[in-house]
């Protein structure tokens, strides 16, 4: 909402919007993922990061996308199975 929208009697927001991959969430209620890559990797990641103005976490998502697009039929199917297991709440 523009300045010139927002009603006299709204507090402006402070600070970013939140930037979570679904509407409302935000990217710091993600779990945290460590990894370690070769320097080369990590420099490539920042350099797409910095040319496209996308998060890293954002271009990361994005390559696993593509890389399972990619797989086969069955495997697609097994990391789907896959991860929808590792989604559910313990019992």
């Known amino acids: 909402m523009s ?14 919007p939140p930037a979570g991959a679904k509407e ?3 990217v710091k209620d993600y779990p945290q993922l ?6 080369t990797v990590k420099a ?9 103005g996308l998060a890293q976490w954002r271009i990361l998502v994005e390559a696993i996308d593509c890389f399972v697009d990619d797989l086969p039929d069955p495997d697609k ?3 789907d199975g896959i991860s929808e297991r590792l989604l559910r709440p313990a019992s």
């Open 34 to 39: 460590s990894v370690r890559v070769p320097e």
């Open 44 to 52: 490539r990641l920042t350099a797409v990061s910095a040319v496209t």
């Open 3 to 16: 300045d010139s929208t927002r009603p006299k009697d709204a507090p402006r927001r402070v600070g970013r």
């Open 77 to 79: 199917e097994l990391v």
């Open 24 to 26: 409302g969430e935000k």
